[in-house]
């Protein structure tokens, strides 16, 4: 049986959930993108993690407006604070969590020919 590993970045044992130390540097040490591209790759990294962060779409709108067709890039005050609040919510531990398992919670799956899913809510 394996004793502990690392799940979406997070190293999880039997002390529990914790950001791996190796891409929490990395994410502190993120500079604020200067190119549309920058931006993109930027949202598509953050956007894995989407539906662990509240509010993300509100969050990251500043962001998306930067990436419109025929729109001058300018990374205003807007955009660095919605860079800054994903960044802090990419680094706090956990995205992932256990369930609580005294709560009351609803295990659905999805099946096909393909995969198997199941999702906690």
């Given amino acids: 049986m ?4 690392i799940v979406l970045g ?3 044992s039997r002390s529990g959930i914790e950001v791996d130390k190796a ?9 604020p993108p200067i190119f549309v591209k920058g931006v ?3 949202l598509e990294h953050a956007g894995f993690y989407r539906r662990f962060i509240k509010d993300f779409s509100k969050i990251a709108t500043p962001l ?6 025929d729109v001058i890039f300018n990374f205003d005050e807007a955009c660095q604070k919605a860079f ?7 680094l706090v531990a956990p995205i992932i969590a256990l369930p609580d398992w005294f709560l009351p919670f609803e295990l659905v799956c999805d099946t096909s020919d ?6 906690l809510g």
């Fill in 2 to 5: 394996v004793q502990e590993g």
């Fill in 64 to 69: 998306c407006r930067l990436l419109k067709m």
């Fill in 84 to 90: 800054e609040e994903l960044k802090k919510q990419l």
């Fill in 40 to 42: 993109r790759s930027f």
């Fill in 10 to 12: 997070h190293g999880v």
């Fill in 114 to 119: 393909h995969a198997i899913r199941e999702v």
């Fill in 23 to 31: 891409n929490v540097e990395a994410v502190e040490k993120l500079p």
